[in-house]
Every structure is written in C-alpha cells, then in structure tokens.
DNA sequence: GATTCGTGGCT
DNA sequence: TAGCCAAGAAT
C-alpha cells in the first residue's frame, strides 16, 4: 500500500500569523460592524454576511440597527417588521430566526447574548461559523472561524483541492485551529477576533476566486500553489422568463399600488408580497413597462413588468390567476414597512412607485 | 450527506 | 448574454 509523503512541514503559524495581522492592519476595509463594541452589532453582521456580500449588508446594516437599536426592540417588533428591513437581502428565514433568537434572550437571558461559541451555537441561525466569528469578534474567544474565504485561503496555501465530505471539512479545520493565536490575559487587542476577520478579509480582498492577486498577499512566500486550486464542478444555471402586473389607482393625492401576498406554507418566502405574477400567454405581443433580470439561486429570471391597460385596469388585470383575497392595494408610502420580495422591491424602485433609501455612507478618510 | 433557501455584481 | 458564487444554517 503506498503511503503519501507529507508535501511539506506545516505551516510557520507564528510568522504567519505576523505577516497576516500586518498586512490587516493596513489593509483591512472600513466596515460599519468594524470596531464596535456591542456583541448584538457582531451577531447582526454575522448573521447578515451568510452568503451575502459585503455590499449588499452595507446597504441593510445601518438601517435595520435604526429600526431595531437593541435586542429587546428586535425581540418587540412584529416579524412582517422584521421583515420588512431585511427585503432585498434574502435568505429571510435568517431574518425570521434572528428575530425568535432576539425574543428567547429577552424572556429567558435578560436580553443578553451569551459569550461563548458553544452557548452562541444553540440559538437559532447561529451554526458553526456564525457561533465561532461573534464569540471571537466580541468576545475574544480563541476560536476559528471557517467560512468560504478561509477555505478557499487555506487549499491555497496548502495545495489540498476542494472535497466537500467530511475528511475534507476535518482538514481545513484542523488547518484554521492550527493558526488562531491563543488569549492572553490583560491583552487590550482582540488577537483571536482580529486574526479570523484578517483571514476573511485576505480572501475576499487577495485570495480572491478567480484572479488572485498573489503579488500583493503578504503570505505569499508560504503559499503552495499561488493563485492555482482545484475546484469542483458548479451545478448548471438555467434561465426562464417572467412576467408581473403593475396596476395603479389613485387615492385623493395618494396612489396605491397592487400587491399580491405570498401564502404562509409555500416554502419559498411565505408570508411576503410581490407584484402580481403574470401567465406568460396573457402578455404576448405586448410592451413591458420595465425588463430586468433577477437570479434565484441557480435561476436567472428574464422578468418584464406589464402596466395594466384601461383606467379600470380591465386588461391585464383580469389576467392575474390569483384569487382576489390574496391581491391587496397597498398605499406606496407603505411600501417601506411591507415585507416585499427583493423582486418587487427592486422593480417598485426602477418603475419610480417606491422611494429608494440610500445607505449612510461611512465617513470618508482622506 | 444532500437540498433548500435570495440576491446582485462582476465578467 | 449567461455563468459564477459570496463572512452558512436548517432540515
């Protein structure tokens, strides 16, 4: 039986370590849950960042803190709130579990987040990377954290390729403990925290997916394969059209506009609400309002928006197969606080009926 | 262990 | 245009 040859000694950890947390220092993105010191910011964050990016958490982070500043007022509001302020970022059973998550600690923990990964992991949408990353971000546990961009860093240093299973999950853990300096009494920085945001930061900065940019990694001299990693086959995308009604009516001065409500026991995002879904035959031949492309996981969505015809909307109207006690008129100055889907919000906003909220934009540095 | 759950920017 | 995939968790 032939027996594989260690590839290499492992890895420097303190110089890496050092070569790392430099380079952070200098490098690393100013980022609104950046040096806070409230666990609830850090938990948010986390939670936010699951398979999303950055700028689209940019977008949402300050909002939802403004709405929802503490958890006991996370735990208070209604979830169609909640909700409302996720809308456009997806995954909303985050946002649904986030919220019960808020209403456990304020009943039974005085509305106190706990401090440990192991505790942290029993709430509701926290797992292990989410548990890991709050408990060593605000709290300096000495724990790793394994997201996408650690692995991806570490099969690049390591020269390991991609395996989905188990044993490849184990290595590249194994690999990240290996690395996460210890705590030190009495030390002010947070090395632990500091070190697992600075291996992120490398991967979504450096390391990046296609095209690392290997000439200015500051491990660079460590790495096995610079820039060259195995990956395994994506699953296909597929395309489909879709076709949504626009239908609005006046009220004195204000307008209202047509939404359809998603039911409670669909899978896909129950309990929101979209414009009403069109059949393709009703708009043959005619003249979108609006074309734009939306992608659900592993579907792109070529969807084009049909105002309704007459003044009484009697022609496409009449289209829509829903029945009439799904359909409500909403007031477009309310369209703010509905849960909508990211769809029907982004549509709203493009046809001019919702007003776009612009992010706070972090302060600039010269 | 495999599936399901959204979205948008980049190329 | 169409493919890629990101600071994952739950079931």
């Given at each position: 039986m032939e027996r594989a040859a260690?590839?290499?000694?492992?890895?420097d950890a303190p110089l890496f370590r050092r070569r790392l947390i430099t380079w952070y220092r200098s490098h690393a993105r100013e980022l609104p849950?950046?040096?806070?010191?409230?666990p609830y910011r850090t938990w948010l964050s986390e939670v936010m960042l699951q398979q999303t990016r950055v700028a689209a958490v940019v977008t949402h982070y300050n909002g939802f803190l403004r709405r929802f500043p503490t958890i006991l007022a996370l735990a208070l509001a209604p979830e169609a709130e909640v909700l409302a302020m996720w809308?456009?970022?997806?995954?909303y059973r985050r946002a649904r579990m986030l919220h019960k998550a808020a209403q456990f600690l304020t009943q039974e923990r005085g509305g106190v987040l706990p401090s440990t990964a192991a505790e942290l992991?029993?709430?509701?949408?926290?797992g292990e990377y989410t548990s890991a990353a709050i408990a060593s971000i605000a709290f300096g546990e000495s724990i790793a954290v394994v997201d996408g961009n650690v692995e991806r860093v570490l099969l690049r240093l390591t020269g390991r390729p991609e395996q989905k299973d188990a044993a490849g999950r184990a290595f590249v853990q194994k690999q990240a403990s290996a690395l996460v300096p210890n705590r030190r009494k009495g030390d002010k920085t947070n090395a632990a925290g500091d070190h697992n945001q600075a291996m992120m930061e490398l991967g979504a900065t450096i390391c990046l997916p296609h095209a690392p940019l290997c000439l200015q990694c500051p491990v660079y001299g460590m790495c096995k394969t610079r820039g060259e990693h195995l990956t395994l086959p994506r699953s296909a995308q597929l395309s489909r059209p879709a076709a949504y009604l626009l239908s609005l009516r006046k009220r004195g001065t204000l307008t209202e506009v047509l939404l359809q409500l998603r039911a409670?026991?669909?899978?896909?995002?129950?309990g929101m609400y979209e414009l009403p879904p069109l059949p393709q035959d009703a708009v043959q031949g005619r003249e979108p309002l609006l074309r734009l492309r939306h992608a659900i996981t592993n579907t792109n969505y070529y969807v084009q928006v049909y105002a309704a015809s007459g003044p009484q909307d009697r022609g496409l109207r009449r289209a829509v197969p829903a029945s009439k006690s799904d359909l409500h008129w909403v007031l477009t100055h309310r369209l703010g606080s509905l849960p909508l889907t990211g769809l029907a919000r982004k549509a709203l906003q493009r046809l001019d009926v919702m007003k776009v909220d612009l992010p706070k934009l972090p302060a600039h540095q010269p």
């Open positions: 260690p590839r290499s000694a492992t890895l849950w950046r040096n806070v010191s409230d809308s456009g970022l997806g995954y992991r029993t709430l509701p949408g926290i409670d026991d669909i899978s896909l995002m129950p």
